[in-house]
């Protein structure tokens, strides 16, 4: 007799419609609190209804379109390049593990340049064209996806290196056999923080000058009071946005199908203080010299006109107070404190919301499929639409600055703890679940101790992008801080106090990534050995 086992029902395709069923449900009950809470303040000029954006978007649609076009372009090129770019910095770091430190200061400090003072140096060098809004994409992403990927290049198990050695093979057959295929979540998870970045980018550097663009329709827009568009082309930006990290989580979820292994590395013996000491040392020195050869070839090779471009020696006659007495230095000073006051609160409060909006959602996964959108458009939607928004709620003050810096880091820390929480070893859930172990000794015991090197990476990349979101903030809506600063240096072309803030401003950030690399580096030690480079 023969027995015919017949196999479960299938039941992700009714959870999935229901689940969609709900996301609709949500995403409707948004947008009837959106007109109600437009309808209520419409004389403020700073929020429009959706039933307004929906007959602006009709009665634009191929001005949208065309320029939808153009910006689009802008930031495909730009993405493809920052990514590929991003790449192969992480692979050269591994491969090459003594210029992993001065290879991820260098990116950090080309990633901290701020906007207002290289989209016109940008604008200057590749002329009116789409090259500026390429390259600011390219800038805004590539930073993002270096990060997250140098972290799954080492996520793997100590053993499987052993055996890439056991049969002959180097470095480089373990990076593709091994570390690649570890990394390509965190790649994924990379991609789908630089889709909306790349999109900001590509706008951002529309506001330089371009012709063209949803960047020049979106300052036109503004500067009219033409809030229906505005809006409209904020709708537009985060649409986009949200199809493009939808659909690379839809690819990625394709390729990367196995499940987290459980990482055993041998953890690594702490140098001596002099060791260490002289390795920093010696980190620091062929940083100095990278940097000030880029520089200063950078000047020499473009032929930048010496009367807005500074070398490093002007820099530091400015920061020294030779020949005004210090008058730029101070009120230089005075700035970066205004602007830390901003930037220091807003870092930790969007890391704290992102990590712990990743762990709700990890809890109550329903509730991802509402509440990314959400994240998405708070990132996607450009700062000079959200800026207004938010000074009119909590002020032109610092309660304002605040929430605008926190708002820029939330999405990364989100996107990239939630990787790291879905990387908990399936095998060690599974030991819990035998013991009944509450979600919460799940949470506690595997989940976060995995997630902490998302987290750190995170941290470390969120600190450029609070400090360039601080610096934008001030100089769109709160006119203080070294952001306004800048503006208005560029204004009146005060090329020492903007060259002086340029160089405060990175150094600003490389010691917010040196403190979080310390901090890192101790936890990691414990949760996460096989991190430490």
Request: hydrophobic residues 60%; glycine residues 10%.
């Amino acid at each position: 007799m023969t027995e015919t086992i017949s196999a479960p029902p299938r039941t992700e395709r009714p959870v999935r419609t229901a689940r969609r069923g709900e996301t609709a449900l949500a995403i409707l009950a948004l947008l009837a609190l959106w007109e109600i809470v437009a309808r209520l303040i419409s004389g403020s000029f700073v929020l429009a209804a959706p039933s307004e954006v929906a007959i602006a978007l009709v009665e634009h649609a191929g001005l949208l379109g065309r320029a939808l076009l153009v910006t689009g372009q802008a930031a495909l090129v730009g993405f493809v390049i920052g990514n590929l770019a991003a790449v192969a910095l992480a692979a050269m770091s591994v491969l090459l593990p003594r210029t992993e430190r001065v290879v991820t200061v260098v990116a950090l400090v080309v990633f901290c340049l701020p906007l207002v003072a290289t989209g016109p140096v940008l604008r200057v060098l590749l002329g009116p064209g789409d090259g500026p809004q390429i390259a600011l994409a390219a800038l805004a992403v590539y930073y993002t996806t270096m990060i997250p990927v140098l972290v799954g290049l080492r996520a793997a198990p100590a053993g499987w290196f052993d055996l890439v050695r056991s049969y002959g093979r180097g470095e480089a057959a373990a990076l593709r056999h091994v570390r690649a295929r570890a990394a390509l979540p965190y790649l994924v998870a990379g991609l789908q923080i630089a889709a909306p970045a790349a999109f900001l980018g590509a706008m951002v550097g529309e506001f330089t000058g371009a012709e063209r663009g949803l960047g020049v329709l979106t300052i036109r827009a503004s500067r009219d009071l033409d809030i229906e568009l505005t809006w409209a082309l904020a709708t537009v930006a985060t649409v986009v946005s949200v199809v493009a990290y939808a659909l690379i989580g839809a690819i990625g979820r394709r390729f990367v199908t196995e499940a987290p292994p459980i990482i055993l590395a041998p953890a690594r013996p702490r140098a001596s203080t002099r060791r260490r000491v002289r390795s920093a040392a010696l980190t620091a020195a062929a940083f100095v010299v990278v940097i000030v050869a880029l520089w200063w070839g950078g000047i020499v090779v473009t032929g930048l006109n010496p009367f807005f471009a500074r070398t490093p020696v002007d820099v530091v006659r400015i920061l020294s107070g030779t020949g005004d007495g210090g008058a730029v230095r101070d009120a230089l000073l005075t700035a970066l404190g205004e602007t830390a006051v901003l930037a220091v609160p807003g870092y930790l409060a969007g890391l704290a919301a992102g990590a712990g909006a990743a762990i709700l959602l990890v809890l109550m996964p329903r509730a991802e499929s509402v509440a990314m959108p959400v994240a998405i458009a708070l990132r996607a939607v450009p700062i000079v639409t959200t800026a207004p928004l938010v000074v009119l709620l909590l002020g032109r003050g610092a309660v304002g600055g605040i929430a605008l810096v926190a708002i820029m880091v939330f999405f990364p820390t989100l996107v990239a703890c939630l990787q790291g929480l879905r990387q908990a070893p399936g095998q060690a859930l599974d030991v819990l679940r035998s013991y009944a172990a509450p979600a919460r000794t799940q949470l506690v015991r595997v989940r976060i101790p995995a997630m902490l090197p998302a987290f750190f990476a995170a941290a470390r990349m969120s600190v450029p992008a609070a400090v360039l979101a601080v610096t934008v903030v001030e100089w769109l809506a709160t006119g203080t801080g070294i952001g306004a600063l800048m503006a208005l240096a560029a204004s009146r072309s005060g090329y020492d106090v903007l060259a002086g803030a340029v160089v405060l401003v990175t150094a600003l950030s490389a010691l917010g990534y040196a403190a979080v690399g310390a901090l890192e580096s101790r936890v990691l030690r414990v949760y996460a050995p096989e991190q430490q480079a």
